[in-house]
């Protein structure tokens, strides 16, 4: 078992009607390849993917990352990747999400990310979850507004912060006389 693999199986498992958010294993690297991203770079090599894997683990090791693959129900096949990064400083997680291109445009992001944001304010107890995107990438700016993210500044590289918050009353406070 690799190290990635031992880590992204504490993933919580995640499923939906037609997903299932799952941890990424040794037999996904070829699968998984084409969506591994790490700061901005895309893997080119299975070599590349799983340096990638193993820095994403340990961010996930320390507590900064949930990573999962998104996989089809009926195939187990990944297609997908998705995840909180960058931390939890606040109570605040930053989503980011891709799909082969082949599985765009037929609901599959919208259901797998619906579903890690429920997990991330029920599950997480966060307040507000952050996504940023270019600007001009069309489909996901529609996404995140189809899921009730409302636009934000637009980063110094171009990227535009979108945000969602959790819909929890603040909790009552007694009056103190």
Not at 48 to 61: F, G, S, T
Request: aromatic fraction near 10%.
């Amino acid at each position: 078992m690799s190290e990635f693999e031992s880590v992204f199986r504490d993933a919580p498992q995640i499923d939906t009607e037609r997903l299932i958010l799952r941890g990424i294993e040794e037999a996904d690297l070829a699968e998984v390849l084409p969506v591994t991203v790490y700061d901005g770079l895309q893997a080119q090599s299975e070599k590349e993917a799983r340096m990638m894997l193993e820095r994403i683990a340990e961010d996930q090791r320390f507590g900064h990352t949930i990573h999962w693959g998104i996989a089809l129900k009926a195939t187990n096949r990944i297609i997908g990747t998705c995840g909180f990064y960058r931390g939890f400083w606040r109570q605040v997680g930053e989503i980011g999400y891709i799909l082969k291109p082949e599985f765009r445009r037929q609901g599959l992001m919208f259901e797998a990310i619906d579903a890690m944001i429920r997990y991330g304010f029920d599950g997480l107890q966060l307040n507000r979850i952050d996504a940023f995107t270019r600007h001009d990438n069309i489909a996901s700016v529609g996404l995140l507004k189809k899921l009730g993210f409302n636009k934000g500044y637009i980063s110094r590289n171009g990227f535009q912060q979108f945000s969602k918050s959790s819909q929890k009353p603040p909790p009552d406070r007694e009056r103190q006389e």
